[in-house]
């Protein structure tokens, strides 16, 4: 114990060193994160300061191995890490799909050369993931994809295409599901990982109702795979994908909650101090979240005790969802025909409009809230017919 109380003054004291003033704001929106890439865009130099003192630190993955970039932290102090970073409400160096889904695949299922290369980039923030699961005939029931990968003795020669890649136009490199074997529906698909500028990718962003473009289409027409950026064992890539959801679906749990997001109670105080109705429903929210991150933090505890529920990715995917377009919805109301809004730079381009309609999507990516409820039934609650 007393270590672990040096560990978090030393913490403490770095935090307060090391995290500039303006990365203790809380987040606006989502231009506030750094996504760092081959060709990272910087919002200001405090965001660059900071997300590059926390990777020479190895605290953008504190839990990783030190080889691979990351802090070498036991659980107990990357727990310290993050309740020190949240009392001084430090956002997050870096947001990153290879923090929350490809890396944790790597870990488990990579070999040594792909955990040393791939992870320290990710680590660093030197490269931008996106993944290549759906397709337009294979959504919840990705494992119909048809997106085909040829051998050529030693590459692959892939053809299809994926649709809702998240960024795939600013991404650097993807993981992506193929189909290696058209004959066995679940053990002919491979986990494989390419450059987004190999000859043949080409990707189409998508328009959503919110007026953004965070989806895109991307089409494979004769992409060159060489053999040794397969994750995993051939035709077995459904065992690596299923094993990323569980860590996609924590990810989108979060989206909008995080620790360094304000209270909405307190955000709102002055406007909602004569709603006592919309008061009571922000207080309500608010002890809602805060149940809710106790009950990701025990999750997470018992994920990396080897003890955790195989369905319980699926119940912190939607609750988080539920939460997270609620507190859209409760920003739109507090801010009442304001938030109406779309295009003036008071509004910072309607960005609370177009927030509230891009939280819709949370219910669909990452598996439809309706699929959630379907594995809950089944897996947790054991219910006939589920």
């Known amino acids: 114990m007393e270590a672990l109380e040096m560990f978090r003054a030393e913490t403490r004291s770095w935090l307060e060193a090391n995290c500039p ?109 996106c993944q290549g699961y759906s397709e337009p005939g294979s959504g919840s029931d990705l494992v119909s994809l048809a997106t085909y990968g040829e051998d050529k003795g030693d590459h692959w020669v892939v053809n299809g295409q994926k649709i809702w ?37 080409t990707t189409k962003p998508i328009l959503l109702i919110s007026g953004n473009s965070p989806f895109c289409e991307t089409f494979f027409d004769n992409v060159t795979v060489p053999k040794d950026q397969i994750v995993g064992a051939l035709n077995r890539g459904w065992d690596v994908a299923k094993y990323l959801l569980g860590h996609e679906r924590e990810m989108i749990s ?5 620790t360094d997001m304000m209270s909405i109670g307190a955000q709102f105080k002055d406007i909602a101090a004569d709603e006592p109705v919309l008061r009571a429903d922000m207080a309500n929210f608010d002890v809602e979240v805060m149940a809710f991150r106790a009950m990701s933090e025990k999750f997470v505890d018992e994920i990396k005790a080897g003890k955790s529920h195989p369905a319980q990715p699926n119940m912190m995917k939607y609750v988080g969802t539920e939460l997270n377009k609620r507190r859209s919805e409760l920003i739109m109301a507090a801010r009442g025909s ?32 309706e699929v959630m409820l379907g594995v809950i039934a089944k897996r947790i609650l054991e219910l006939p017919g589920a």
């Open 21 to 129: 003033a303006e990365m203790r704001e809380p987040v606006r929106d989502e231009t506030d994160a750094c996504w760092g890439g081959r060709n990272p865009i910087f919002k200001s130099p405090a965001q660059k300061q900071w997300m590059e003192a926390m990777a020479a630190k190895g605290w953008t993955v504190p839990d990783w191995p030190t080889e691979y970039g990351g802090g070498g932290l036991s659980p107990e102090q990357t727990k310290i890490l993050r309740q020190e970073m949240a009392a001084l409400r430090c956002r997050l160096p870096l947001s990153s799909f290879g923090i929350w889904m490809l890396g944790p695949a790597l870990l488990k299922f990579g070999t040594e050369d792909q955990k040393v290369h791939y992870l320290n980039q990710i680590a660093k923030g030197e490269i931008r993931w």
């Open 165 to 201: 890649t998240s960024y795939a136009d600013k991404a650097d490199w993807i993981f992506c599901l193929v189909r290696t074997d058209k004959n066995d529906k679940y053990k002919g698909i491979s986990f494989l990982l390419f450059d987004m500028a190999t000859p043949g990718v």
């Open 254 to 258: 979060g989206g909008g909650l995080g």
């Open 338 to 369: 304001d938030a109406l809004e779309w295009e003036s730079e008071a509004s910072g381009g309607g960005g609370t409009a177009r927030t509230w309609l891009r939280t819709k999507a949370n219910s669909i990516e990452g598996g439809t809230s």
